[in-house]
C-alpha cells in the first residue's frame, strides 16, 4: 500500500519534528541558564548594595534582562522553525526591516 517513496517521505517528516524539538528544546534550556544567570548575579549585587532603593533598581534591572534574554531567545528559535518547515524568513525579515524605515522616516519633520 504504501511506496518508498512514503517512507522516505515519512522520514524527512520525521527528521523536520525531530529537528524543531531539538531547537525548542535548546531555546527553553538557554532561558533557563539566562534566567539563572541573571538572578544570581542580580543577588550578587544586590548583597554589595546598602541602601533599599539600590537593592530594588537591581532587582528592576534584573528582570528586565531576564525579559530581554527571553525574547532574544526566542526570536532566534522564532527565525529557526519556519526555516526548518521549509519557509523562508527573509522576506518577513525584510518586510519588519521595511516597515520600521517607513515609520521612522514618517517621524521625522521635513
Given at each position: 500500500?504504501?511506496?518508498?517513496?512514503?517512507?522516505?517521505?515519512?522520514?524527512?517528516?520525521?527528521?523536520?519534528?525531530?529537528?524543531i524539538?531539538?531547537?525548542?528544546?535548546?531555546?527553553?534550556?538557554?532561558?533557563?541558564?539566562?534566567?539563572?544567570?541573571?538572578?544570581?548575579?542580580?543577588?550578587?549585587?544586590?548583597s554589595?548594595?546598602?541602601?533599599?532603593?539600590?537593592?530594588?533598581?537591581?532587582?528592576?534591572?534584573?528582570?528586565?534582562?531576564?525579559?530581554?534574554?527571553?525574547?532574544?531567545?526566542?526570536?532566534v528559535?522564532?527565525?529557526?522553525?519556519?526555516?526548518?518547515?521549509?519557509?523562508?524568513?527573509?522576506?518577513?525579515?525584510?518586510?519588519g526591516?521595511?516597515?520600521?524605515?517607513?515609520?521612522?522616516?514618517?517621524?521625522?519633520?521635513?
Amino acid at each position: 500500500m504504501f511506496g518508498a517513496t512514503h517512507l522516505q517521505g515519512l522520514g524527512g517528516v520525521i527528521a523536520s519534528g525531530l529537528h524543531i524539538l531539538v531547537i525548542v528544546v535548546v531555546a527553553w534550556l538557554a532561558i533557563v541558564a539566562a534566567h539563572r544567570a541573571i538572578r544570581g548575579r542580580r543577588i550578587r549585587i544586590a548583597s554589595r548594595l546598602g541602601d533599599q532603593e539600590s537593592v530594588q533598581r537591581a532587582g528592576t534591572l534584573g528582570r528586565v534582562s531576564r525579559y530581554l534574554a527571553a525574547v532574544v531567545v526566542s526570536l532566534v528559535a522564532g527565525t529557526l522553525v519556519p526555516g526548518e518547515l521549509g519557509v523562508s524568513v527573509a522576506p518577513i525579515l525584510g518586510a519588519g526591516v521595511l516597515l520600521v524605515w517607513r515609520r521612522a522616516s514618517a517621524r521625522r519633520a521635513w
